[in-house]
């Protein structure tokens, strides 16, 4: 019998922020596709836990809150390695916005963007790219980019800034580790309906100016990004580096 390239089986995948939304779907999208998840949230993931249970797989509840800096990583990754024998698998995928004008913009609203959306995501992956090196693992590392990785947005300065970061830092790593037999790669979601994007469905004007500039001509769902990650995740993208895979409904493409 042979295997699909697409088989996760007896792989193991970190996913961060997998409590709702974009990485909930994707937790459940692994777990669908044979891995195990070792879940990084602030609180309890209830659903996620439940579902991924349900389909036989392991779920391993891991707390930590990203803003917190290296500490709470090495403390993470601690407690995931004294319940799993390997990680695998790296999906950066908690992000947080704040929105202001630009002339208007806080030193906090920058620094506690920067902090969960592009520090962490940076030392999360060089600690997971240590284990992978050390235990021989070819690691997959892919981080949740944006849009505003390829384009400016308005009033979200700090967002911009770390999704136009980790689209660099996805090259940056893709050149150091490829070597290694570790693939780094983003996924850019367009306009997903999730609660980050709650506020921006509510305001009818932009609602019908996004909906109107989207070819597919709907919003995405958390599912839609499950797919991508699930292939960027497996042998299937072996040789797929340092790129940034746009998941919009065609909006870049405009
Ligand atoms: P969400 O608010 O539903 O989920 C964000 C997740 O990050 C939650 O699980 C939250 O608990 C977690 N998180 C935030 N701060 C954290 C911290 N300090 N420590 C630990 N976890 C923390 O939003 P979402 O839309 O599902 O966003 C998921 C990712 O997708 C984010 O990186 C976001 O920037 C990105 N994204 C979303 C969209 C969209 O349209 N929804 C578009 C592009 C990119």
């Not at 850019?188 to 709650?198: F, I, L, Q, R, S």
Request: with cysteine.
């Amino acid at each position: 019998m042979t295997t699909s390239p697409f088989d996760l089986s007896n792989k193991t995948a970190m996913v961060t922020g997998c409590n709702t939304g974009l990485g909930q779907a994707i937790a459940i999208g692994l777990a669908q596709a044979g891995c195990d998840v070792v879940g990084v949230n602030r609180s309890e993931p209830t659903q996620t836990a439940e579902q991924i249970t349900q389909l036989g797989r392991r779920f391993i509840d891991v707390r930590a809150d990203l803003s917190g800096g290296n500490d709470v990583i090495a403390q993470l990754l601690q407690e995931s390695l004294s319940q799993v024998r390997t990680i695998d698998i790296l999906v950066n995928n908690a992000g947080i916005i704040r929105r202001d004008n630009a002339i208007d913009f806080t030193e906090q609203d920058w620094d506690d963007v920067i902090d969960v959306n592009l520090k962490s995501a940076f030392f999360l992956s060089q600690a997971l790219a240590k284990h992978f090196i050390a235990e021989n693992i070819a690691g997959k590392i892919i981080h949740i980019a944006s849009m505003l990785s390829f384009q400016g947005g308005i009033r979200v300065p700090s967002y911009t800034a770390s999704k136009s970061g980790l689209a660099g830092l996805t090259k940056a790593m893709a050149n150091e580790w490829a070597a290694h037999n570790i693939n780094v790669n983003a996924i850019a979601p367009g306009y997903m309906a999730t609660n980050n994007t709650e506020a921006l469905r509510q305001d009818e004007q932009r609602n019908a100016e996004i909906l109107n500039r989207i070819p597919a001509g709907r919003w995405g769902s958390p599912a839609d990004v499950a797919g991508p990650c699930v292939f960027l995740a497996s042998s299937a993208a072996d040789y797929v580096n340092g790129t940034t895979l746009a998941v919009d409904g065609g909006w870049l493409a405009r």
